[in-house]
């Protein structure tokens, strides 16, 4: 069976299970293959707490910004200057607070302690901050930057569009990006120092 595994993926069993290469060609004995189960499941025990699961404010502030963003995006097209990158700044926040407000995990797996791992996947959502080791010490920060930007965008965006569209018309779609990417930074910024 084991060689059958090989060829079919590149790898054994037990290597697949302990995410790592083996350099030994004999079988497992009983105390490694009890080692490379007990590895495997602990990956797997961790119940998976969702945000919609725990008592929290976030999904509260996030409907606000939803509504407040709404009556911003209205007023820009009253005014004429309602862009697409409004609407896809706008849209953008929207997608990631609904991820990060109600779907995010609370905690994650043993296996982010354990490894630097700089990736983070849940289904569709695919998230690679280079530099940025996920584990479950700076999570929490991560998940705090990423809804405040969120909210603050949905509510901020219409009203600074708005504003430089009554400065001038020309360069408020360029300064709302700068004030947009400003943003972005600080609260990356904030989120490095907080770790």
């Known amino acids: 069976m084991f060689e059958i595994d090989k ?17 030994q060609e ?23 707490t969702r945000a919609y699961q725990t008592k929290t404010k976030w ?14 995006a209205i007023l820009n097209y009253q005014q004429q200057a309602l862009s697409e990158t409004l609407i896809t ?16 995990k609370t905690k994650l797996p043993v296996y982010y302690d354990e490894n630097r791992c ?3 996947y849940d289904g569709p959502v695919r998230m690679n901050f280079s530099g ?8 929490p920060y991560v998940v705090r930057v990423i809804r405040i930007w969120s909210c603050l965008t949905i509510v901020l965006f219409p009203v600074i569009n708005l504003g430089m569209n009554f400065l001038n018309a020309d360069c408020g779609t360029k300064i709302a990006h700068c004030v ?8 990356m910024l904030f989120y490095e120092t907080e770790c």
């Open 7 to 23: 060829k079919k993926f590149g790898a054994f069993v037990s290597e697949l299970l302990m995410c790592e290469r083996m350099i």
């Open 132 to 139: 940025i080791a996920f584990n479950n010490s700076n999570w």
């Open 89 to 104: 700044v706008i849209g953008l926040g929207i997608i990631f607070g609904v991820y990060f407000c109600f779907m995010v």
């Open 26 to 48: 004999a079988p497992l004995d009983a105390n490694q293959a009890e080692a490379v189960v007990q590895t495997a499941l602990s990956y797997t025990e961790d119940k998976t």
């Open 118 to 120: 700089g990736l983070y």
């Open 180 to 187: 947009f990417l400003l943003f972005l930074e600080v609260n």
């Open 59 to 72: 999904p509260i502030i996030y409907f606000c910004s939803v509504i407040i963003g709404s009556v911003g």
